[in-house]
């Protein structure tokens, strides 16, 4: 009983929940005891390095689009800035709701380019839209890169209706 009792005092007094003295549990460095102590250890971690930029072309990827946003919405304003060649927002198989992003294709760089500067961080059905270059999709895992030279480009779209 007395064993018992004792027990019971240990696991409920103040030195058992607190941390034993510095002295006998000392870190092993003074930077490890900063690192452990300051208020950066509690902080989120920094952000990655930024990817860098894609190298020019003419498709460009917009992302933040809002969900009402359709293909023919995003040809239309993009298509202030040169000759859309084709316009596509990516969406979910199931609702067919935008997924938030698309690409648009331009005929020329400097259309791409144009269309780019003209419309990122611009508004787009009440949204702030962000255009970039389109970075190329990497080959599937066992194919070749004979392949991957040796397939067709892909075609022009037409326009959607009305847009001539």
Same mark, same amino acid.
């Given at each position: 009983?007395?064993? *018992?009792? /004792?027990? +019971?005092?240990?696991?409920?007094?103040?030195?058992?929940?607190?941390?034993?003295? $510095? /002295?006998?549990?000392?870190?092993?460095? &003074?930077?490890?005891?900063?690192?452990?102590? #300051?208020?950066?250890?509690?902080?989120? @971690? +920094?952000? /990655?390095?930024?990817?860098?930029?894609?190298?020019?072309?003419?498709? $460009? =990827?917009? #992302?933040?689009?809002?969900?009402?946003? !359709?293909? &023919?919405?995003?040809?239309?304003?993009?298509?202030? =800035?040169?000759?859309?060649?084709? *316009?596509?927002?990516?969406?979910?198989?199931?609702?067919?709701?935008?997924?938030? =992003?698309?690409?648009?294709?331009? *005929? !020329?760089?400097? &259309?791409?380019?144009?269309?780019?500067?003209?419309?990122?961080?611009?508004? +787009?059905?009440?949204?702030?839209? =962000?255009?970039?270059?389109?970075?190329?999709?990497?080959?599937?895992?066992?194919?070749?890169?004979?392949?991957?030279?040796?397939?067709?480009?892909?075609?022009?779209? &037409? @326009?959607?209706?009305?847009?001539?």
């Amino acid at each position: 009983m007395a064993a *018992a009792r /004792a027990g +019971l005092r240990r696991l409920f007094s103040i030195s058992a929940i607190s941390p034993p003295p $510095l /002295a006998a549990a000392a870190p092993a460095s &003074e930077s490890e005891f900063r690192r452990l102590f #300051s208020i950066s250890a509690f902080s989120p @971690p +920094l952000p /990655a390095a930024a990817r860098p930029a894609a190298e020019p072309s003419t498709n $460009l =990827f917009v #992302s933040g689009l809002n969900k009402g946003t !359709t293909s &023919e919405g995003l040809w239309e304003a993009f298509s202030k =800035f040169g000759q859309v060649v084709h *316009a596509r927002v990516v969406t979910d198989r199931v609702s067919g709701y935008s997924k938030g =992003f698309g690409f648009v294709r331009y *005929a !020329t760089l400097e &259309e791409a380019e144009a269309g780019m500067k003209g419309m990122d961080g611009k508004f +787009l059905d009440g949204w702030v839209i =962000f255009a970039e270059y389109a970075r190329p999709r990497p080959p599937p895992p066992g194919q070749t890169q004979l392949q991957t030279a040796a397939a067709p480009p892909p075609q022009a779209m &037409e @326009p959607p209706a009305g847009h001539q």
